[in-house]
């Protein structure tokens, strides 16, 4: 199973960035999938979820309305649209597979994970 991010980048507060991971090695369109965040010094933050199907998404609190998490299951391939980008989004964003088929907020957890890509937010 490997799991390979890209798009991180440095850019300015208000800007955007989407994010691509690529997925080898699992039946991706079976797959719950998630974005999560490491700040620095801090623990893994979950970010979003997407259903197998695409018709589900789920987001945390401070990225409504700002990210969109989407899937291409023809292409083994999970997107982050990310606007209007703040410092406090700065972190190392990777994709992540539930272990669960259904989203459950309160049982979340991840069994394989990407290297990350940086997105460091700063004026």
């Known amino acids: 199973v490997q799991l390979v991010e890209s798009g991180g980048d440095t850019v300015q507060p208000g800007g955007s960035l989407t994010l691509s991971c690529i997925t080898y090695?699992?039946?991706?369109?079976?797959?719950?999938m998630s974005w999560v965040r490491r700040a620095p010094g801090k623990g893994p933050e979950w970010v979003a979820t997407?259903?197998?199907?695409?018709?589900?998404?789920y987001y945390e609190d401070s990225v409504k309305g700002r990210f969109t998490i989407s899937r291409d299951n023809g292409k083994m391939t999970l997107y982050l649209q990310m606007n209007s980008l703040k410092p406090e989004d700065t972190g190392l964003y990777s994709c992540?597979?539930?272990?669960?088929?259904?989203?459950?907020?309160?049982?979340?957890?991840?069994?394989?994970w990407g290297q990350g890509t940086q997105v460091t937010v700063s004026s």
């Open positions: 992540a597979r539930e272990t669960s088929s259904f989203f459950d907020r309160a049982s979340q957890s991840w069994d394989y």
């Open positions: 090695g699992f039946i991706f369109p079976n797959a719950l």
């Open positions: 997407i259903t197998q199907d695409g018709d589900m998404t």
